[in-house]
């Protein structure tokens, strides 16, 4: 569905250039839910963005079902760290944004934008301003707005980075429950080990500057996943592993 084909990328700057990617490639198969994991700078962001098509690799490339990307495209939807939603704009105007943006007759567009305002739990506010959302209900109305194509393809940077650990939790489910209704292709950034593993099929982890891969992790935990998997005695040596790939020692 996406593969990633030798990628590195190096930004211009007055020194030679930095180099943020080193020969980067994996593939993601159709449907298949991806994390991506790693130390801050190892640039995770910037792979996300080349998989999204907004920013250039400096060598290798990505396909799309075979094709390769050049510029983004509406078969790909992206969730910002921050939700980045229009303040001036309700959450269905928001949520349909993009449906405008493409010249969707407007009724249609309404429809869609509603059914996804109730997919991810915010029926009730489509006529509420972001600045009277929570955190939480920001971040759900960016997956909305990011679902509106109904692109099979979805990528998340670290999507619940700003909220609290309970909300995050509520969040990871929330998620899932889409990811199992829709069933997208999925590549996520988070920061969290826990996290990973509790919603991923595999866990892609990259070492520090330039990113390179070091770890792909399989998660065998079986699906539907429960809260109460995380205090599994599985759970706790794939965190081993990955703390190890990321190279934390210790025990916890
Ligand atoms: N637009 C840019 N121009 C120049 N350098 C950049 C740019 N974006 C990122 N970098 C550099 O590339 C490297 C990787 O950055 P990136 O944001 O991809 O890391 P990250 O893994 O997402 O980090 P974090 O976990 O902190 O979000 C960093 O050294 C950063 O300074
Ligand atoms: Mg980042």
Sequence with gaps: MLVAEGISLVYPNHNGGLQALRDVSFQVAPQEFMCLIGPSGAGKSSLLHILAGLEQPTAG????????????????GFVFQKANLMPWRTVLSNVMLPLELAGVPR???????????ALVGLSGFENAYPSSLSGGMEQ??????????DPPILLLDEPFGSLDALTRERMALELLRIW????KTVVMVTHS???ALFLAD??????????HIVAHI????????????LYDKAFGDLSDRVRAAI???GSS
Excluded: F, S, W, Y
């Design 61 to 76: 490339r990505v396909l799309v079902e075979g094709r390769p990307l050049t510029a983004p495209q509406r078969r790909i």
């Design 107 to 117: 009724a249609e567009a309404q429809k869609r934008a509603l059914e996804l305002i």
């Design 140 to 149: 759900r109305a960016a997956i909305a707005r990011a679902l509106v194509h």
């Design 180 to 183: 199992e209704a829709r069933r």
């Design 193 to 195: 080990i826990p996290e």
């Design 202 to 211: 595999r866990v892609l982890v990259l070492g520090p500057r330039p990113g």
């Design 218 to 229: 399989t998660v065998p935990l079986p699906r539907p996943r429960t809260l109460d998997m």
């Design 247 to 249: 190279g934390i020692n």
